[in-house]
C-alpha cells in the first residue's frame, strides 16, 4: 500500500514541540515513497514559510507539497512567493466566511490566474460533514462548506463573462 499524499501541520505557534519530528518523518516518507504532502498551514501566522523551508530542507521536491489553507489570506505578496517556491497553493476553505469571505476568496484567486500562478493553484472547498471546531463555536454558527459549493458557486464565477478580462491567461 501507498498513500496518496501525505498529511501534517503548521498551525499559528510555528515550529514548536513535536511539529519538527513529524516534519522530518512526513518529509522522509514522501522522498522515500513520492507521495505527495499536504500542510495544514495558519495564513495569518504565514506559517507556509516554515512548512516549506523544513519540507524542502529534507529533500521534498516543492512540486510536490500542496500549502493548504492559503486561500484564507488576500496578501498577494505571501501568495506570490509560496507559489514562486514551486509549491502549490492550496486555495480552499470556500464556504469559510469566518476564515476569509468567498467575494474575497474569488478576487484574490482571480488575480492570481491573471499573474499566471493557475498551475500553481490546487482548488477546493474543504467541506466535511462534521467539523469538530464548528460546534459550539458562535464565530462558525452559520458555516457549512458545501460540497458542491466550487462547482456551482466558484467555478461560474471564475467564468462570468464580466470577470474575465481581455488579457487573461485564464
Do not use: Q
Not at 16 to 36: F, H, K, M, N, Y
Amino acid at each position: 500500500m501507498k498513500a496518496a499524499f501525505l498529511k501534517c501541520a503548521v498551525e499559528a505557534p510555528g515550529l514548536v514541540g513535536d511539529v519538527p519530528r513529524i516534519l522530518a518523518a512526513v518529509a522522509a516518507a514522501s522522498v522515500e515513497t513520492r507521495a505527495p504532502v499536504m500542510v495544514h498551514t495558519n495564513a495569518a501566522a504565514r506559517t507556509a514559510f516554515a512548512a516549506l523551508e523544513t519540507l524542502t530542507a529534507a529533500g521534498v521536491d516543492p512540486a510536490r507539497i500542496v500549502v493548504a489553507h492559503m486561500g484564507d489570506t488576500n496578501d498577494m505578496e505571501y501568495l506570490r512567493e509560496i507559489a514562486a517556491s514551486g509549491a502549490w497553493l492550496g486555495l480552499d476553505r470556500f464556504g469559510i466566511e469566518h476564515f476569509n469571505p468567498i467575494a474575497d476568496r474569488i478576487r484574490t484567486l482571480l488575480a492570481l490566474l491573471d499573474e499566471g500562478f493557475g498551475n500553481r493553484v490546487h482548488l477546493s472547498h474543504d467541506a466535511s460533514c462534521f467539523v469538530d471546531f464548528f460546534t459550539g463555536n458562535l464565530a462558525f454558527a452559520s458555516e457549512r462548506p458545501s460540497y458542491l459549493l466550487v462547482t456551482r458557486t466558484v467555478v461560474p464565477e471564475l467564468l462570468a463573462p464580466a470577470r474575465r478580462s481581455p488579457t487573461s491567461t485564464r
